[in-house]
């Protein structure tokens, strides 16, 4: 079965120190990974996605994240976080039979002076 | 280009009513899927139109329902709201290709009391 688990429901971190969120994925064939922030009252925008070749893939913000299939996992990844950083992420897996994806749970990110 | 646009933002409705939420993709955008989040649960798919067809349907019960008209606007319907349906109702829109990203909506708050 197609599923997302993200191990970290919440993360508190300094603004200025680095951030891992983690990600591992199950799922039946090649992945299309994706992650999306999420800000209080907003929907959700697209931070990267991984479809196939590097396993290190950039997106906005500054952020990264690296497939490693044999783990199952797509850890994202800034090497100095800022404190509009602070929001939710979500972790998705997909397309599955037609355009359905998968979620994570989310992990919440606040960010300290 | 204009996002994705979701109406109206919020809703209150009263057990045993029934309620109807709009969504606008993207110009160009012929599939639309539906989220719903809730804290803890994340966000669970409840069906994808595409060329106004319900092409994937989730694990929700007959009360929600869907449609997507020729000009890919998508208005989907719950029937007599329960407590447990007080949710964010997310809309997101994607390209024909089946790799292609969802764009989301900022979604509409419903409560119901």
């Known amino acids: 079965a197609q599923s997302v688990t993200q191990p970290d429901i919440h993360i508190t971190v300094s603004e200025g120190a680095s951030l891992e969120l983690r990600c591992n994925y199950s799922?039946?064939?090649?992945?299309?990974l994706f992650w999306y922030v999420q800000s209080p009252g907003q929907g959700l925008q697209l931070l990267l996605k991984y479809f196939s070749g590097d396993t290190l893939v950039q997106g906005i913000k500054g952020f990264e994240a690296e497939f490693k299939r044999s783990q199952s996992s797509f850890n994202l990844r800034k090497p100095s976080v800022h404190w509009s950083d602070a929001a939710e992420y979500f972790c998705?897996?997909?397309?599955?039979?037609?355009?359905?994806?998968?979620f994570g749970t989310g992990t919440s990110l606040t960010v300290i002076p | 280009k204009a996002g994705v646009t979701q109406t109206p933002r919020y809703l209150i409705k009263t057990r045993g009513q029934q309620v109807t939420l709009s969504c606008s993709p993207i110009s160009g955008h012929r599939s639309v899927s539906w989220y719903q989040q809730t804290p803890g649960q994340g966000l669970q798919f409840l069906f994808e139109y595409f060329s106004e067809t319900q092409r994937n349907k989730g694990n929700f019960p007959g009360r929600f329902s869907g449609r997507q008209f020729s000009n890919s606007r998508s208005e989907m319907n719950v029937s007599t709201l329960e407590l447990g349906d007080s949710a964010l109702y997310l809309c997101a829109s994607s390209m024909t290709q089946t790799n292609s990203p969802l764009h989301f909506g900022n979604g509409t708050r419903l409560t119901v009391t």
């Open positions: 799922y039946g064939a090649t992945p299309y």
């Open positions: 998705a897996v997909g397309p599955y039979t037609g355009n359905q994806f998968y």
